[in-house]
Every structure is written in C-alpha cells, then in structure tokens.
Antibody, heavy 124, light 108 residues
Framework: EVQLVESGGGWVQPGRSLRLSCAAS????????MHWVRQAPGKGLEWVSG????????GYADSVKGRFTISRDNAKNSLYLQMNSLRPEDTALYYC?????????????????WGQGTMVTVSS | EIVMTQSPATLSVSPGERATLSCRAS??????LAWYQQKPGQAPRLLIY???TRATGIPARFSGSGSGTEFSLTISSLQSEDFAVYYC??????????FGQGTKLEIK
C-alpha cells in the first residue's frame, strides 16, 4: 500500500524550531519529487516547499523562505522539513505529498498521494 | 504568483442533481490544472489533472473542462459522499504552486 506518514508536529513557542518528518512506503521513493503543503485551521491549502528526487532542485513559498529547509534521505525513504523562527501564522496541519510523475520538483507537480498530516501550533 | 479564484464559495445542491464548480486563473495555465476533494478530517484527494483527466479510481460522474484561465469541475449526479470541499491547483508555474480558496459543496 502506498503510504505517507508525517510526524514531528506539536506545540512550540514563537521563534523556536521544529523538524517534521514524512515516512514513505509502497513506492520507489527516489523516483519522485516530494512536497509539503499546509492548511491553517479552517482555511485552504498552501503549498510550502518541494524537492527533487536527488535533492538537486528545491523551492519554497515566500512565506517560509529563509526560515524553512526541505530535505530528504532516499536511503530512509524519508522527507523532512526543518522549521526555524516559527511564527503564529505558521500554525497549520502540514501534509507531505508525492508528485504524481515528476522526479524534478517544479516540473508539472500534481500531488497524487497525501499523508494524513501533522499539526503544528505556534503560540506563546 | 498566479492567483486562483474559485466560485462560488459555497454551493448547495440536492443529491442526484448536477453541480458545476468554477476556477479562474489570473494568467494562463494552459491545461496545467488539477482538482482535489477534501472531506472533513481527511487529506485532499486528487480527482482531476490536466484539466480534464480523471485520476485513478475516480468515478465517471466527475468531469473537468477548460483551458487557459477558465476551468470547471462538474459532478453529474451528486452522491452523498460527494459533499465536500473542492480545490483547484495550478501547476504551470511553481514558486509557488497555488490553490484556489475552495468551494464547499453542501447538501441542499
């Protein structure tokens, strides 16, 4: 079964850091680009970041650029999101999502598999 | 950034009837447009990509159309399980990929 399982969310104070993980199974992880998409409570979907199969290409939304870092470990079938200098507006459910075809991030990424998400709450 | 605008925000339709949801892009995205369905407490599910191609396992009552800046998702005969929030997403230009704000399809 194709599956993505996120972990690492929780409550954190503004300015602190958190690292999210996404464990993939049921497909050849290093054949695909991977992404993070978030959803604030009661709000819509916001693309956060994406990374190519070999980590050679990656990108960020302006709202997180300079604060968040995406990475992957193909040997561990895992995707990560290091979140620094967290702000209250980063409070959201963070989904890990697989690109349907693309190995290179930024080339027609449609998200065909999603995890169930991990909740991040930034509050004092 | 390409801005995606969905309308209406909420659509009330009776089971068995037809529903049409709209999505407009602020600039042309060709056919690089996807639709997702999200039910409460669940992750989004890919319905349509390439503006009109159904994803694996999606029933034929779901259809997408459009190109350029104007798109629509039609559900031909609403089933109880179709009441959900629907999002469009452009994947023509990344940095960033953008979603519409969603249309909530509710039971009339």
């Amino acid at each position: 079964e194709v599956q993505l399982v996120e972990s690492g969310g929780g409550w954190v104070q503004p300015g602190r850091s958190l690292r999210l993980s996404c464990a993939a199974s049921g497909f050849t992880f290093d054949d695909y680009a991977m992404h993070w998409v978030r959803q604030a409570p009661g709000k819509g979907l916001e693309w956060v970041s994406g990374i190519s199969w070999n980590s050679g290409n990656f990108g960020y939304a302006d709202s997180v650029k300079g604060r968040f870092t995406i990475s992957r470990d193909n040997a561990k079938n895992s995707l990560y999101l290091q979140m620094n200098s967290l702000r209250p507006e980063d409070t959201a459910l963070y989904y890990c999502a697989k690109a349907k075809w693309a190995a290179v991030a930024g080339t027609l990424d449609v998200f065909d598999i999603w995890g169930q998400g991990t909740m991040v709450t930034v509050s004092s | 950034e390409i801005v995606m605008t969905q309308s209406p925000a909420t659509l009330s339709v009776s089971p068995g009837e037809r529903a049409t949801l709209s999505c407009r892009a602020s600039q042309s995205v060709s056919s690089d447009l996807a639709w997702y369905q999200q039910k409460p407490g669940q992750a989004p599910r890919l319905l349509i990509y390439g503006a009109s191609t159904r994803a694996t396992g999606i029933p034929a009552r779901f259809s997408g159309s459009g190109s350029g800046t104007e798109f629509s998702l039609t559900i031909s005969s609403l089933q109880s399980e179709d009441f959900a929030v629907y999002y469009c997403q452009q994947y023509k230009n990344w940095l960033p990929y953008t979603f519409g704000q969603g249309t909530k399809l509710e039971i009339k």
